[in-house]
T-cell receptor, first 114, second 115 residues
Framework: AQTVTQSQPEMSVQEAETVTLSCTYDTSENNYYLFWYKQPPSRQMILVIRQEAYKQQNATENRFSVNFQKAAKSFSLKISDSQLGDTAMYFC???????????FGAGTRLTVKP | GAGVSQTPSNKVTEKGKYVELRCDPISGHTALYWYRQSLGQGPEFLIYFQGTGAADDSGLPNDRFFAVRPEGSVSTLKIQRTERGDSAVYLCASSLMAGVADTQYFGPGTRLTVL
């Protein structure tokens, strides 16, 4: 069974600085995807970045990048040059191939301070 | 085009009542997912449709929950004999195909409160 753990319920960062959100996961499969979703107060989940487990290269999307450590089953999200609009809940998720169940962590509430 | 929409935005009902929650996916998306998000938690998978059929309903908590997608587009999540523990935000997502790499686009959810 898949499990996803986010051990930081809340984080804060000053505008323009860098912050890293932690995520660990467990799966018995070799083929899976990992995701970070952002959920602002509007409740609409937005995909931030995703990583294919078989790719060693860390995914990047503009100011967002991940540190994927497959052996350690760790998948952290780094946000560079934080902006006020980055304030939101961030959820880490995993999904195994041939499995319809995308498993989410409990989330980290990130506040960007001016 | 428009994103995923869900109605109503908020629903307050009394214990024991029946409720229907509606999801309009992005046009052309064949896969549709329902999730439940309890307070302070991440979303939990409930059911997945590929076209008109429920391809996986393993996440439905019990037989009071049922979902349909009769024409392969709009979906309705139905909850009978609601209980206070059903209070949560119900999220719908759609994707073009059902593959693990296909991006799921989420709606804003329906907040259900059972008094």
């Amino acid at each position: 069974a898949q499990t996803v753990t986010q051990s930081q319920p809340e984080m804060s960062v000053q505008e323009a600085e860098t912050v890293t959100l932690s995520c660990t996961y467990d799966t018995s499969e070799n083929n899976y995807y990992l995701f970070w979703y952002k959920q602002p107060p509007s409740r609409q989940m937005i995909l931030v970045i995703r990583q294919e487990a078989y790719k060693q290269q860390n995914a990047t999307e503009n100011r967002f990048s991940v540190n994927f450590q497959k052996a350690a089953k760790s998948f952290s999200l780094k946000i560079s040059d934080s902006q006020l609009g980055d304030t939101a809940m961030y959820f880490c998720a995993s999904r195994e191939y041939n499995n319809n169940d995308m498993r989410f962590g409990a989330g980290t509430r990130l506040t960007v301070k001016p | 085009g428009a994103g995923v929409s869900q109605t109503p935005s908020n629903k307050v009902t009394e214990k024991g009542k029946y409720v229907e929650l509606r999801c309009d996916p992005i046009s052309g998306h064949t896969a549709l997912y329902w999730y439940r998000q309890s307070l302070g938690q991440g979303p939990e998978f409930l059911i997945y449709f590929q076209g008109t059929g429920a391809a996986d309903d393993s996440g439905l908590p019990n037989d009071r929950f049922f979902a349909v997608r009769p024409e392969g587009s709009v979906s309705t999540l139905k909850i009978q004999r609601t209980e206070r523990g059903d209070s949560a935000v119900y999220l719908c997502a759609s994707s073009l195909m059902a593959g693990v790499a296909d991006t799921q686009y989420f709606g804003p959810g329906t907040r259900l409160t059972v008094l």
